[in-house]
């Protein structure tokens, strides 16, 4: 079957997604105050060759050949991210002025060049001067989260009609409370569940905020969610999948949609009723317009004695012999359908967009071209899985590539490049790669992009 862009129908949302902390540099500009990750980057050891984004892309200066570079590649929708100690230094009291012209200039070309733009409004970088007062493990970050929002929504929302709250709430704070390799290095359980649990509740009282200000405007929130097999039939590592799922896809929706945190297959879950307070569980749920939905690859699943709490661990890509990008993930595109029907299958889902999908593999630079086969293969693939969701009844709206720019990868710094646009670190020379171009003559509908989505079982 071929597949063009056609297929998803006229109204099927394209577009790519960026964030703030990987591509803006600028750290310390115009008044910006500083955030976990401009802290946590300068700690030693804790990022590949203690590589930091205090210039990453340098988007901050560049964001207007950046968004002209959008608009040649036909792109239609932007997503990115604010940077909340751009607006607020502090995280709370004064404004930067500074901050909100930013990011006025960045909304108002946008428009100029008609790109829709989508607006997060946290991708990671709390203020620091936040977490010297407990940061997301201090329950009163939702009324600094709330009034953050507030601003951006009156500054903003008389041209941005599309905001998602937070990104992946289970990624950073697994890895940020729980793990401690993402900002702000903290580690263990409770960490973990009271960052969790405050995050769960910023989600549906932002939104509130939002709709607050804007009723008719599009509100939603994104969550990274992984494909899970498990790696036999024996019921240990059936059991064991069922318990990754609650943590890796599970543990943010289902409190959204008024289901309560899943403890079920965890007990020990049940620690976060510790930090809730009486009305919190009907205070979790919100009906948002849309749910951001980001995969990336499945996750094969055993069970092991050794792990504490959850007795489940990932078997790696590598030990399983199966092809691989260069973060190590599974290249697996089939993941992208079955993720869609599992959160298609919950009651009362709202209508589901693709926010982020993509993948890192080295680029090389040859002639100031840079041929990405490998990356142009995985987004077909992905793309043509969307399709076939959507063919079945899913409702998927739309799907955003994950990057527009290769950018830094948080404690992978700048290994691994995910970018539809390469970029030279040390002259910020940008090239389209030709999976942008391909990207670009798709979204054009030009009949040389066409492709046949013909891998394993599609
Ligand atoms: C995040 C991005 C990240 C990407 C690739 C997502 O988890 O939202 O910030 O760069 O995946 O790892």
């Not at 932002?206 to 969610?225: E, H, M, Q, R, W």
């Amino acid at each position: 079957m071929h597949i063009n862009k056609e297929a998803f129908g006229s109204d099927f949302l394209w577009g790519v997604s960026t964030a703030a902390y990987q591509i803006e540099g600028a750290h310390d500009a115009h008044g910006k105050g500083p955030s976990i990750w401009d802290i946590f980057v300068k700690k030693r050891n804790k990022i590949f060759n203690n590589q930091h984004a205090d210039m990453a892309c340098d988007f901050y200066n560049r964001y207007i050949e950046d968004l002209e570079l959008l608009h040649r590649l036909n792109i239609p929708n932007y997503r990115f991210s604010i940077a909340w100690s751009r607006i607020y230094p502090d995280g709370i009291g004064a404004v930067n002025q500074a901050g909100i012209d930013f990011y006025n200039r960045l909304i108002d070309l946008a428009l100029e060049l008609e790109i829709t733009p989508w607006v997060t409004l946290y991708h990671w970088d709390l203020p620091y001067a936040l977490e010297l007062r407990g940061g997301w493990l201090n329950r009163e970050v939702t009324q600094w989260f709330c009034q953050y929002v507030k601003t951006c929504v009156q500054h903003f929302g008389d041209r941005v009609s599309h905001w998602m709250v937070l990104n992946e709430p289970t990624v950073f704070t697994a890895a940020g409370y729980f793990f401690g390799i993402h900002a702000p290095g903290k580690k263990g359980l409770d960490n973990f569940l009271a960052a969790a649990h405050h995050a769960a509740l910023c989600q549906a009282y932002a939104a509130a905020v939002i709709k607050s200000l804007y009723p008719n405007s599009s509100v939603g929130t994104t969550f990274s969610c992984s494909h899970v097999e498990p790696y036999s039939p024996r019921q240990k590592d059936i059991v064991a999948t069922q318990k990754a799922d609650v943590l890796l896809n599970r543990f943010f929706i289902e409190p959204l949609l008024g289901m309560g945190y899943p403890t079920k297959e965890i007990k020990v879950l049940r620690r976060i009723e510790k930090f809730m307070q009486q009305h919190d569980e009907r205070d979790l749920q919100f009906n948002m317009d849309f749910i951001g939905l980001q995969n990336y690859t499945r996750e094969v699943i055993r069970h092991s004695y050794f792990v504490p709490f959850i007795n489940a661990k990932i078997v790696s890509a590598k030990k399983r012999k199966v092809p691989t990008t260069a973060m190590q993930w599974e290249v697996y595109p089939e993941a992208m359908y079955h993720i869609l029907k599992k959160f298609q299958a919950y009651p009362n889902i709202p209508p589901l967009l693709i926010t982020e999908n993509g993948a890192a593999f080295p680029d090389t630079v040859v002639h100031n071209q840079v041929d990405d086969p490998k990356r142009l293969f995985y987004l077909q693939q992905t793309i043509a899985q969307v399709l076939k969701a959507k063919e079945e009844g899913v409702q998927v709206k739309g799907y955003f590539v994950w990057t527009l720019l290769d950018n830094f990868e948080w404690a992978e710094g700048y290994a691994p490049r995910f970018g539809l646009v390469y970029v030279d670190f040390n002259t910020q020379q940008r090239i389209v790669k030709s999976s942008g171009q391909w990207y670009a003559d798709f979204l054009k509908n030009d009949s040389s992009s066409q492709f046949t989505g013909s891998v394993r079982n599609i």
